[in-house]
């Protein structure tokens, strides 16, 4: 009885704890996102005023540049704030990269403000993930946990943020587990739960409780026409394949401009002056395009010619290492490959017009996961943004496609491959820490199967113990590796990434 008492207890104290982190995330992600509303709003009304005066483009020009040097400076000085920030919380939770939180926490917060405030075609998903686990850490770091704790008040922060960037409580807590940590744990999901539930009760009070991204109501996808969810999956795992093939060959694009990398983000912040003039339909992540496009049917070369502009874009935007997230850019490309296949499909089938709205929400979720190789939280996302619980089955239809094609080209989660870049710039040296972490035994992998005395282990990593139905033990050289059982590695903190990619192998 003792032992129970002391097991709720535990719980108990990490509820308190995911509240805590849950109602100052919310507060500080809900700031983020009214500054980044409010900026873009002043933006495009600067725009328009100098295109209607060209004698105050000049004047524009200068306010552009002094805030495209502002951020430089931050990057120089916190090269860990620039992109998205997701592939460094999950560094950081997998041991292999150490970050400031305090000086994350305002860089990220000005920067993603100034980048996405000005328009770019960023968004605000992946520096409000970093700032709720860079919040997740502080609250540790002040209540004095250890590194256990320390990890789930990240993951927890880091749930709570996306909850309270999009309304999408589920989704945050899903992201943590599918994308980030890759199993189920009950302190892990309790904390998070908690966490993203009260951020996303303190972005409700801000925001009101419509969806990020209200469509309106859409009628039940007819069942004689699933065979365009599974050809549009096929469709959208291709572009998302391509679209990942560029921003991964984007640094070495940049790396040809003859300037520290710091400065990359001079080129975007150009660029952004003459669409804000000209194009201000196009300015911003992309959610009012994905409004746009759903309003009304556009003809298909329109369509065609958009996404061939947002596509470059984004990249350019993405790729100069500016703080920002490629949630929603990815999330308005996905919508006109939807409207485009949803154009054709009218003009060949003769489906109904009302239907276009249909494989917009389809194709959003679908490229997500082929970016992400997260199906269910793309589902859960979708579903949460728009407000549309009826559409789930078509909706798991075209992710479950993407994810299979995705995995089929070789696609690798976006996510774990900018980390590995960023790991990789890294020089490798040993650092007198040890780190434990853990591996789950795929099934059909070369570990499945495998006896202890033929896993080579490099840079005096060592397998310490095993955990097999929930039964954990001192492993020997005879002891075989079981499907789904938990393999438990020390290694030094700075060869474990090295570690991890020699396990991956295998695995």
């Given at each position: 009885?003792?032992?129970?008492?002391?097991?709720?207890?535990?719980?108990?104290?990490?509820?308190?704890?995911?509240?805590?982190?849950?109602?100052?995330?919310?507060?500080?992600?809900?700031?983020?996102?009214?500054?980044?509303?409010?900026?873009?709003?002043?933006?495009?009304?600067?725009?328009?005023?100098?295109?209607?005066?060209?004698?105050?483009?000049?004047?524009?020009i200068?306010?552009?540049?002094?805030?495209?040097?502002?951020?430089?400076?931050?990057?120089?000085?916190?090269?860990?704030?620039?992109?998205?920030?997701?592939?460094?919380?999950?560094?950081?939770?997998?041991?292999?990269?150490?970050?400031?939180?305090?000086?994350?926490l305002?860089?990220?917060?000005?920067?993603?403000?100034?980048?996405?405030?000005?328009?770019?075609?960023?968004?605000?998903?992946?520096?409000?993930?970093q700032?709720?686990?860079?919040?997740?850490?502080?609250?540790?770091?002040?209540?004095?946990?250890?590194?256990?704790?320390?990890?789930?008040?990240?993951?927890a922060?880091?749930?709570?943020?996306?909850s309270?960037?999009?309304?999408?409580?589920?989704?945050?807590?899903?992201?943590?587990?599918?994308?980030?940590?890759?199993?189920?744990?009950?302190?892990?999901?309790?904390t998070?739960?908690?966490?993203?539930?009260?951020?996303?009760?303190?972005?409700?009070?801000?925001?009101?409780?419509?969806?990020?991204?209200?469509?309106?109501?859409?009628?039940?996808?007819?069942?004689?026409?699933?065979?365009?969810?599974?050809?549009?999956?096929?469709?959208?795992?291709?572009?998302?394949?391509?679209?990942?093939?560029?921003?991964?060959?984007?640094?070495?694009?940049?790396?040809?401009?003859?300037?520290?990398?710091?400065?990359?983000?001079?080129?975007?912040?150009i660029?952004?002056?003459?669409?804000?003039?000209?194009?201000?339909?196009?300015?911003?992540?992309?959610?009012?395009i994905?409004?746009?496009?759903?309003?009304?049917?556009?003809?298909?070369?329109?369509?065609?010619?958009?996404?061939l502009?947002?596509?470059?874009?984004?990249?350019?935007?993405?790729?100069?290492?500016?703080p920002?997230?490629?949630?929603?850019?990815v999330?308005?490309?996905?919508?006109?490959?939807?409207?485009?296949?949803?154009?054709?499909?009218?003009?060949?089938?003769?489906?109904?017009?009302?239907?276009?709205?249909?494989?917009?929400?389809?194709?959003?979720?679908?490229?997500?996961?082929?970016?992400t190789?997260?199906?269910l939280?793309?589902?859960?996302?979708?579903?949460?943004?728009?407000?549309?619980?009826?559409?789930?089955?078509?909706?798991?239809?075209?992710?479950l496609?993407?994810?299979?094609?995705?995995?089929?080209?070789?696609?690798?989660?976006?996510?774990?491959?900018?980390?590995?870049?960023?790991?990789?710039?890294?020089?490798?040296?040993?650092?007198?820490?040890?780190?434990?972490?853990?591996?789950?035994?795929?099934?059909?992998?070369?570990?499945?199967?495998?006896?202890?005395?033929?896993?080579?282990?490099?840079?005096?990593?060592?397998?310490?113990?095993?955990?097999?139905?929930?039964?954990?033990?001192?492993?020997?050289?005879?002891?075989?590796?079981?499907?789904?059982?938990?393999?438990?590695?020390?290694?030094?903190?700075?060869?474990?990434?090295?570690?991890?990619?020699?396990?991956?192998?295998?695995n």
């Amino acid at each position: 009885m003792k032992t129970l008492n002391l097991f709720e207890w535990s719980k108990i104290a990490y509820v308190a704890r995911g509240l805590l982190v849950g109602v100052i995330v919310g507060i500080v992600v809900s700031l983020f996102r009214v500054s980044i509303e409010t900026m873009l709003t002043i933006m495009r009304d600067v725009y328009a005023f100098a295109g209607n005066n060209p004698i105050w483009v000049l004047p524009l020009i200068v306010g552009i540049a002094i805030i495209a040097f502002i951020i430089a400076l931050m990057i120089r000085d916190e090269p860990d704030i620039k992109g998205s920030g997701i592939q460094d919380i999950e560094g950081q939770l997998h041991g292999v990269l150490k970050l400031n939180w305090l000086s994350i926490l305002w860089r990220k917060f000005v920067g993603g403000v100034l980048s996405i405030g000005s328009g770019l075609a960023l968004g605000r998903e992946g520096p409000s993930i970093q700032l709720g686990g860079a919040v997740g850490q502080g609250v540790n770091h002040y209540l004095k946990g250890n590194k256990s704790q320390q990890n789930i008040l990240i993951s927890a922060g880091a749930s709570a943020g996306l909850s309270a960037a999009f309304n999408a409580p589920v989704s945050g807590i899903m992201f943590i587990l599918e994308e980030v940590h890759h199993k189920f744990s009950g302190v892990l999901l309790l904390t998070a739960f908690s966490a993203s539930i009260t951020a996303n009760f303190v972005a409700y009070t801000i925001f009101g409780v419509q969806p990020a991204l209200d469509l309106g109501s859409l009628l039940q996808f007819p069942l004689e026409h699933y065979v365009h969810l599974v050809i549009m999956g096929i469709f959208v795992a291709v572009m998302g394949w391509a679209y990942q093939e560029v921003l991964m060959y984007m640094p070495k694009l940049y790396q040809k401009i003859p300037i520290p990398p710091y400065l990359y983000g001079f080129l975007p912040f150009i660029l952004v002056i003459p669409i804000g003039i000209f194009l201000p339909e196009m300015l911003g992540g992309g959610t009012g395009i994905i409004s746009l496009i759903s309003s009304g049917r556009i003809s298909t070369l329109l369509l065609v010619g958009i996404f061939l502009f947002r596509f470059v874009y984004s990249h350019i935007s993405y790729g100069s290492g500016l703080p920002g997230g490629i949630f929603i850019p990815v999330l308005s490309l996905g919508a006109l490959l939807g409207a485009i296949y949803g154009n054709g499909a009218l003009w060949i089938t003769g489906i109904e017009d009302i239907f276009i709205r249909s494989f917009i929400i389809y194709a959003m979720g679908g490229l997500l996961t082929a970016v992400t190789k997260a199906p269910l939280t793309a589902v859960m996302l979708i579903t949460e943004m728009t407000g549309t619980v009826t559409q789930l089955m078509p909706l798991a239809v075209v992710c479950l496609t993407a994810y299979v094609v995705a995995d089929f080209l070789g696609s690798d989660p976006v996510y774990e491959e900018l980390l590995q870049k960023k790991i990789h710039q890294i020089p490798k040296v040993f650092e007198g820490e040890v780190i434990e972490f853990e591996v789950s035994v795929e099934p059909d992998s070369d570990l499945d199967g495998m006896m202890a005395r033929y896993l080579r282990l490099p840079y005096g990593s060592k397998l310490v113990k095993v955990r097999r139905h929930n039964n954990e033990f001192i492993p020997h050289q005879d002891t075989v590796f079981w499907s789904g059982d938990e393999l438990f590695f020390t290694a030094d903190s700075g060869f474990v990434s090295e570690v991890k990619k020699q396990l991956d192998k295998l695995n």
